[in-house]
């Protein structure tokens, strides 16, 4: 049964930093690609990150720089640091394994976890 758990989130000011957790189960962890996501409520879920099963990252052209996503495969864990946050970044991250496919990524499982919430005040 697939898992995931999302921590870190909470109630910061503009500029500041938050690193994020999300701890998997139930999947073969180490040769899965892992994602991060965020939504707003009324928009739809948002790709923030991807971390590929070689380790290679991509992101948004416009997160490059102030996100960096990470992953420790004998903890199964995937991670999230977000520096210099901005009132737009507000919104609940959720993470999960993800597949490359028609020129992005897709969530591979139905079971989102709980997402952690993140405020950004001006």
């Known amino acids: 049964q697939v898992q995931l758990v999302e921590s870190g989130g909470g109630l910061v000011q503009a500029g500041e930093s938050l690193r994020l957790a999300c701890a998997a189960s139930?999947?073969?962890?180490?040769?899965?690609?892992m994602a991060w996501y965020r939504q707003v409520p009324g928009n739809q879920r948002e790709w923030v990150a991807t971390?590929?099963?070689?380790?290679?990252?991509s992101y948004p052209e416009y997160l490059k720089g102030r996100f960096t996503i990470d992953r420790d495969n004998g903890r199964q864990q995937v991670f999230l640091t977000m520096n210099n946050l901005e009132p737009d970044d507000t919104a609940t991250y959720y993470c999960?394994?993800?597949?490359?496919?028609?020129?992005?990524?897709?969530?591979?499982?139905?079971?989102w976890g709980q997402g952690t919430q993140v405020t950004v005040s001006s």
């Open positions: 971390i590929q099963n070689t380790g290679f990252r």
């Open positions: 139930g999947f073969t962890f180490g040769l899965s690609n």
């Open positions: 999960n394994a993800v597949n490359w496919s028609a020129s992005r990524w897709f969530p591979l499982y139905g079971a």
